[in-house]
């Protein structure tokens, strides 16, 4: 579970209901049958994903006329994305690398060279914000925006409905950069002035037994984590929260604001990386700055006590969900796919020709340079 595989999910039920046909090829597909005990073995267990990772590729470039691959940064995108990358090339197939993750900017400091000698291998380079667009740019390389894509979530109630108590929502992996704690910190606060509040904890990872600590240690009551949830199950506790909160020090767009701009959710977020671009602040959502759980406490306070305020927040941010509906998506889509399309063709009749016969052909320039 995560943004980047939702995405991928997503993308792929939407091309399929379009009538495209579509091959998926999982990273990390878990392998079953007499070699199920390799899974229990870490880094062997990631070699073995690798070499069916590999086999697929070559199996899906021999009948599949475009490749569109989901990167993000370091480790992850030169073990998947790189090799789907080269067989593609061998078997003439274009190549969309979808580069998504708010860590651009430590990657290509760390690994530009390398970094841009693969990105001119590929056809085309989507990003899914200005921001990623913005830094790509920095560094000379040519990028386009397609936005990420979300279906509509219908609100139950645009007010604090929970007699109960308020209830609040994170919807982030437990992992250092989303800063979990600090959202922790800022409901111990605001449960001292509102003992009823609720806090639920959608997500998993390696800081998940400190965060369970942490609420014990603040004794902290009506606190629960869920574990990782599909997506279907996560819509649904959106449409019963009150308020979501993003205490993130790294991110790029992340489809959990989103969806809550979509369902009517107001949204408290740190103001890093992409998401300025996504939020204007009082208007679309609530900027506070990046680990300060008492600044996140108090605007968590101020909307729970001012309804105009959360109003006019969920209306704007309802009509901004719309540019990632799939009506709006999609054309850009289908100019790119189409495009990739008709390049593949060109090469397959040129390769049928005799090599004395065959015309020069310039190559096609419609989707921009890959770098300078």
């Known amino acids: 579970m995560g943004g980047m595989a939702v ?13 495209v046909p579509v091959s998926k090829i999982s ?3 878990k392998i079953t049958g007499r070699f199920q005990w390799l899974e229990k073995l870490r880094g062997i267990r990631t070699i073995a994903h ?3 990772f590999i086999k697929k590729c070559m199996k899906e470039a021999r009948k599949n ?26 078997f003439g197939v274009p190549v969309i690398i979808n580069y998504r993750g708010g860590n651009l900017e430590r990657f290509l400091k760390k690994y530009k ?8 291998k590929a056809n085309a380079i989507v990003v899914p914000s200005e921001f990623l667009h913005y830094i790509f740019i920095k560094n000379g390389i040519y990028a386009h925006i397609i936005p990420n894509i979300i279906e509509p979530i219908e609100p139950i109630s645009n007010s604090n409905h929970h007699a109960e108590g308020p209830h609040i929502l994170v919807n982030r992996n437990f992992e250092t950069i989303y800063n ?42 009506h606190v629960t984590f869920t574990g990782p949830l599909p997506n279907h199950e996560v819509r649904r506790l959106l449409q019963q929260c009150d308020i979501l909160l993003n205490p993130t020090n790294v991110d790029n767009l992340p489809i959990s604001l989103l969806e809550a701009m979509s369902a009517g959710i107001p949204i408290i977020s740190t103001q890093v990386g992409g998401i300025p671009y996504l939020i204007e602040d009082r208007k679309t959502g609530i900027l506070v700055a990046p680990d300060n759980h008492i600044e996140m406490a108090r605007a968590v306070l101020e909307l729970l006590k001012s309804p105009k305020l959360r109003e006019r927040l969920v209306r704007h941010a309802k009509r901004k969900s719309r540019e990632f509906l799939w009506q709006n998506v999609w054309p850009k889509w289908r100019s790119m796919y189409e495009t990739l399309h008709r390049r593949y063709i060109e090469r397959s009749e040129l390769s049928a020709i005799p090599p004395n016969s065959a015309p020069e052909i310039s190559s096609s320039k419609e989707l921009g340079p890959v770098a300078k």
């Open 27 to 29: 990273y990390t597909q």
């Open 180 to 221: 979990i704690p600090c959202a922790i910190y800022a409901f111990a606060l605001v449960q001292a002035k509102i003992p009823d509040a609720r806090l639920t904890l959608i997500g998993d990872g390696t800081k998940r037994e400190e965060l369970k600590k942490l609420v014990s240690e603040l004794q902290l009551k």
């Open 7 to 19: 995405q991928a999910e997503l993308l792929s039920n939407l091309l399929v209901r379009e009538k």
């Open 65 to 90: 006329t475009i490749f569109h691959a989901f990167g993000c940064s370091f480790r992850s995108f030169f073990l998947w994305v790189v090799p789907a990358l080269f067989i593609a090339n061998r």
């Open 50 to 52: 690798l070499i069916t």
């Open 113 to 120: 060279k390398l970094l841009l000698f693969f990105l001119k």
